[in-house]
């Protein structure tokens, strides 16, 4: 997905926020497959399982085998049709969670050639605060951040001071 370059901002942003709540004795389940973040938090020394690329709209076998005390879903939950689903099945833990917010100034991102890399969902925050304490969950923290991009144009100075992602901590059964 990436090829040789990877967002490092949005990388180290997510990185702080997790040392903050998740310590590397606690196991984690990453929603989705192994990607260049869950590479990053195995070198940081994270226990680190990613699920094995199921569709997790169906087959939640995954998150209900309570073998882990955290889960990390990032940017994850817009590519599903209904998220809710596989959130209100995780009996207890912590969730870090990160969503891309939607923007006035841009459509949702949908690929025309990857069925799997497409956006269902670009969410206002309290849409996805909505859909985690409907699914049982307790939000502790929550953050937005930009992601600026080194291009030309009224889009990409938008984007300088425009919250692109919502961070969010919550817990649930604990």
Known sequence: MYDSTYPKKRYQHTLKFLKEHINKEERILDLGVS???????????????????EDLDLDFSAVQKNQYEAITALEIFEHLVSPFNVLSRIEKGKLIASVPLKLWFASAYRSKTD????????????????????????IKKREKFTNP????????ILRRFTPRYYLVYAEKGL
């Open 149 to 156: 991009v080194r291009k030309i144009g009224i889009r990409p």
């Open 115 to 138: 069925a799997r890399d497409r956006h269902y969902h670009e969410f206002e925050d309290w849409q996805f605060d909505w859909l985690l304490e409907k699914a049982g969950w307790r």
């Open 35 to 53: 990607n260049p973040f869950s590479e990053i938090l195995r070198e940081k020394g994270y226990q680190i399982t990613n699920t094995n690329g």
